[in-house]
């Protein structure tokens, strides 16, 4: 599948559109429209259930966007939260100087300035740099550039300056560690426990070409284990297993489509940290999705540093300790564009016909049932509009009364609804050949395109059995 292709179709599907397309599109921003927010919430429900609702040490938050400036310098961000970018001079257009070297198969991620400077020039004195849009090759030498947005949130005036720049989070977990203290403390929590959110993060990606894979407003889910310093490296171990189990035993993912890539170089603070990559087809293939990292005391103990705050740990018998964190770390976005990959089907039907099929499992289709009435005559469609509002009152539905009902079947079936409700006019109690008993639906199966006849009285409860399995 291309890039193309899957834009195209999760636009017209009403998965994703792009920003103020009206007014020519706003760069590297999306929206989410009636089937992708509900796509999104549902692996967001996911996420949270196995994260938070399966384990009773770890609690959920949600922090503001904005934070007290102080916290991007206790983190770092504000000093080397940077990407290197080169300039092509003949078009202006901008590249990630990292992510050119990684094309000759150099990995300078992390790297400083003169290293990259020292590769970029080797490639410049061959020719080997080509502007993608102008095909030109003179560029200008690598500079950091910050990835952190700046805004003037509260000031009063609207001159951005060192004193009044205010910044949207560059990542969820910092919200995270400023609550420790607070979370512990209002839970009773004892170490080891996590704190878990997800929210919007905001970064000025230099270049953000590839959909909703790198943009610059997205949704981190991030999860901060707390633990002892002697059981980060076994805890690491422990959530990364855990993480893999729930691609493969919750949201059924074909492992080969997952694969581990450690860090070749690591911050200086951290113990470990690795990428879990997805196999983005549509991309060009492996891509991080998910880091998982064990981080030591670094962030507590900056945070303790710069709020002159106490963030240590004690508990009865033991010496007090700065807890050690390890982290979990998914884009949202990044996981929406996996499942788009990892359920999208066409099968073979019979005569060389094909259909499209979105397998999600139940729990993230964006709707789970339709709701189709035979025809468009008045008297139908007000009984399968009453079953309409007896189902919706239970799952989040779709009514469907255009086209016919083949079409309608591969309509949904493109979006992945696991369940098509047929109302005929055996329903009504009508002699009609072939078609159901007086109060009876038929149900029909996504994946085994199956019937099967259920009365109006049973359908909530057969729905719900359906669903489940
Ligand atoms: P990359 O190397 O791709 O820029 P990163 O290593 O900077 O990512 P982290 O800071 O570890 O990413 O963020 C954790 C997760 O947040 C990533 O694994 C990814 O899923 C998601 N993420 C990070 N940046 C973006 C972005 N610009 N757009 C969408 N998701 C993102």
């Not at 922090?63 to 080397?80: I, R």
């Not at 089907?345 to 009435?373: H, N």
């Not at 009984?383 to 309509?411: H, N, P």
């Amino acid at each position: 599948m291309t890039i193309e292709t899957l834009t195209a179709f999760a636009k017209s599907r009403g998965f994703v559109y792009p920003s103020s397309e009206i007014y020519g599109q706003f760069a590297a921003v999306y929206d989410y429209g009636p089937l992708g927010q509900q796509l999104k919430k549902n692996i967001q429900a996911a996420w949270e259930k196995e994260m938070v609702q399966k384990n009773a040490n770890i609690y959920g938050l949600d922090a503001g966007v904005f934070m007290a400036p102080k916290v991007w310098e206790a983190s770092g961000h504000t000093e080397s939260f940077d990407d290197p970018q080169i300039d092509c001079r003949g078009c202006n257009s901008r590249y990630r100087a990292d992510h050119i070297l990684e094309q000759f198969d150099i990995d300078k991620d992390r790297a400083l300035l003169t290293e990259i400077n020292a590769e970029l020039d080797k490639l410049h004195a061959e020719k080997k740099i080509k502007c993608e849009k102008c095909g030109g090759t003179d560029f200008t030498p690598a500079k950091q550039f910050n990835l952190l947005v700046k805004t003037n949130l509260g000031s009063p005036t609207d001159e951005l300056t060192a004193e009044n720049t205010v910044y949207p989070r560059g990542e969820t977990c910092q919200g995270i560690y400023v609550n420790f203290e607070n979370v512990r403390q209002s839970m009773r929590a004892k170490v080891p426990f996590g704190i878990a959110q997800v929210g919007k993060a905001f970064r000025n990606e230099i270049v953000a070409r590839q959909w909703i894979f790198r943009t610059r407003e997205f949704e981190q889910m991030e999860m901060q284990f707390f633990v002892k310093p002697e059981d980060e490296m076994t805890e690491f171990g422990n959530w990364r297993e855990k993480r893999l189990a729930w691609y493969r035993d919750v949201l059924k993912f074909n492992m080969e489509n997952i694969r581990i890539k450690p860090h070749d170089k690591l911050a200086h603070y951290a113990k470990a940290a690795e990428d879990i990559e997805y196999n983005y087809t549509a991309l060009g293939g492996f891509k991080e999705m998910e880091g998982v990292h064990a981080r030591s005391d670094w962030d507590l103990g900056r945070h303790s540093e710069f709020s002159d705050t106490k963030l240590d740990y004690f508990e009865e018998g033991s010496e007090r300790f700065i807890p050690h964190v390890v982290e979990t770390s998914v884009g949202l976005n990044r996981l929406f564009l996996a499942c788009l990959h990892e359920y999208f089907d066409t099968e073979e039907m019979k005569e060389g016909d094909t259909r499209t099929v979105l397998r999600f499992p139940a729990f993230l289709a964006p709707i789970k049932v339709a709701i189709l009435p035979l025809s468009k005559k008045p008297h139908l469609t007000e009984k399968a509009r009453a079953v309409f509002a007896l189902l919706a009152e239970e799952f989040v539905c779709e009514y469907d009364e255009t086209q016919s009902i083949g079409k309608r079947y591969r309509r949904q079936d493109e979006i992945g609804t696991p369940l098509c409700v047929t109302v005929d006019f055996g329903t009504l109690g009508e002699e009609a050949e072939g078609q159901c008993k007086k109060d009876c639906v038929t149900v029909r199966d996504r994946d085994t395109m199956k019937s099967e006849e259920v009365a109006i009285g049973d359908l909530v409860s057969y729905v719900q059995k359906q669903l489940a399995n």
